[in-house]
């Protein structure tokens, strides 16, 4: 059973860069049988997909968050992180990241989650 | 991209069922049958609880079964328990491996 793990700081201000990153285990980060994502979701308020990545690296991003998100794996360290930039208060949210099977188009496993908050 | 509309709130007693719709458009629920459903209590992560529409993963519930009609998925919830009470969430591929959430749906248990 895979589980993934959050990690990152809790506080960024705002024009900075958010930097995440999501230790799997239990399974191979390389592996063709998932793919990965981040989802987040602000206080009080809905979940909103940010983007996935694929065991080749290819990478797929909300347009409404495209020009400010990277996602990338470092298959080393069984990772895969989270950048958001030019941040503002609106990006204060919990994070998480979450696991998508091959066999199954849905987030199957999550992360705990992590709280990010945008301010100076 | 917008997000999926469902309702705010939907309430039940114990033992009756409660239906929460999800609606998209042609460009999303109505494309594919890819909705999954997301039950999350206070302070939780999300749990899957329907994929591809109306299966369910190991360990959950029969009592959650999900359903599509056009551009609408529904999640039911039949005997409805006091556990059941959290936030639901749909979920539905968008094409070009991008997804899109609903809005939530609070669930209450009188």
């Known amino acids: 059973q895979l589980q993934l793990q959050e990690s990152g700081p809790g506080l960024v201000k705002p024009s900075e860069t958010l930097s995440l990153t999501c230790t799997v285990s239990?399974?191979?980060?390389?592996?063709?049988?998932?793919?990965w994502g981040w989802i987040r979701q602000p206080p009080g308020k809905g979940l909103e997909w940010i983007g996935s990545i694929y065991y080749s690296g290819s990478t797929y991003y909300n347009p409404s968050l495209k020009s400010r998100v990277t996602i990338s794996v470092d298959t080393s360290k069984n990772q895969f992180s989270l950048k958001l930039s030019s941040v503002t208060a609106a990006d204060t949210a919990v994070y998480y990241c979450?696991?998508?099977?091959?066999?199954?188009?849905?987030?199957?496993?999550w992360g705990q989650g992590t709280l990010v908050t945008v301010s100076s | 991209q917008s997000a999926l509309t469902q309702p705010a709130s939907v309430s039940g007693s114990p033992g009756q069922s409660i239906t929460i719709s999800c609606t998209g458009t042609?460009?999303?629920?109505?494309?594919?049958?890819?909705v999954s459903w997301y039950q999350q209590h206070p302070g939780k992560a999300p749990k899957l609880m329907i994929y591809?529409?109306?299966k369910r993963p190991s360990g959950v519930s029969n009592r959650f079964s999900g359903s599509k009609s056009g551009n609408t998925a529904s999640l039911t919830i039949s005997g409805l328990q006091a556990e059941d009470e959290a936030d639901y969430y749909c979920?539905?591929?968008?094409?070009?491996?991008?997804?899109?959430f609903g809005t939530g749906t609070k669930v209450t248990v009188l």
């Open positions: 979920c539905s591929y968008a094409g070009s491996s991008t997804f899109v």
């Open positions: 042609s460009s999303d629920v109505g494309s594919y049958n890819l």
């Open positions: 591809e529409g109306s």
């Open positions: 979450a696991s998508v099977p091959g066999i199954a188009v849905a987030f199957d496993y």
């Open positions: 239990g399974g191979s980060i390389s592996s063709s049988s998932y793919y």
